[in-house]
């Protein structure tokens, strides 16, 4: 089992950046692919970006392309999210969520066994 709690949002202005922050509990958090997802009000949550175990292999929602980051210290059990050109369509709650060890796919929520309380991150124009 991996417990999560994310951190680093906030409140910034469109163009600025946020780096969140998402801190595992347990010795096997090396063995865990890695995801964000962030769910605005009134809307599903979404993909974000997905991180494999070893941090060779990123994937991103075409949304945050270019301009989201994903990342993972394993000596540190974290994982990052570093968030530029900020909009304010990336108003929204972010997870992080630990994929389920049997599942294999990337962006559905149904493939994360795990999940933080998540992080508030507001966008203002």
């Known amino acids: 089992q991996v417990q999560l709690v994310e951190s680093g949002g906030g409140l910034v202005q469109a163009g600025g950046s946020l780096r969140l922050s998402c801190a595992a509990s347990?010795?096997?958090?090396?063995?865990?692919?890695m995801g964000w997802f962030r769910q605005a009000p009134g809307k599903e949550r979404e993909f974000v970006a997905h991180?494999?175990?070893?941090?060779?292999?990123?994937y991103y929602a075409d949304s945050v392309k270019g301009r989201f980051a994903i990342s993972r210290d394993n000596a540190k059990n974290t994982v990052y999210l570093q968030m530029n050109s900020l909009k304010p369509e990336d108003t929204a709650v972010y997870y992080c969520a630990a994929r389920s060890r049997l599942r294999r796919g990337v962006s559905g929520p149904d493939e994360y066994g795990y999940w933080g309380q998540g992080t508030q991150v507001t966008v203002s124009s």
């Open positions: 991180i494999s175990a070893s941090g060779s292999s990123t």
């Open positions: 347990g010795r096997t958090f090396s063995s865990y692919a």
